[in-house]
């Protein structure tokens, strides 16, 4: 699965009060199965946040204007990719 991922970085320059200011690189995932993997990987140097979490589906999911505004204040976003956020992609363009 980890192969499959797909990183985009967010061209933000206008961060708002969300950014981080500790200097960690702020992570946002679509699935908690990437979001664990990332936060063990980047141990102290990040912070990760999940849009869904145990239990969603992931095919339906459907972005809240919250997650809209997490993905933009993100350093980098982690996606799985291949249609299982199919909702999404929208948002992701």
Do not use: W
Request: charged content about 20%; hydrophobic content about 40%; some cysteine.
């Amino acid at each position: 699965m980890l192969s499959s991922l797909l990183v985009l970085g967010a061209c933000s320059k206008g961060k708002t009060d969300d950014s981080s200011s500790d200097g960690k690189i702020k992570i946002v995932t679509t699935i908690a199965q990437i979001a664990e993997p990332i936060s063990i990987i980047g141990g102290d140097h990040v912070t990760v946040e999940s849009l869904m979490g145990a239990g969603v589906d992931p095919h339906l999911y459907r972005a809240t204007q919250g997650d809209i505004k997490k993905l933009e204040n993100s350093d980098i976003v982690f996606y799985s990719g291949l249609n299982l956020e199919g909702n999404m992609g929208e948002v992701f363009a």
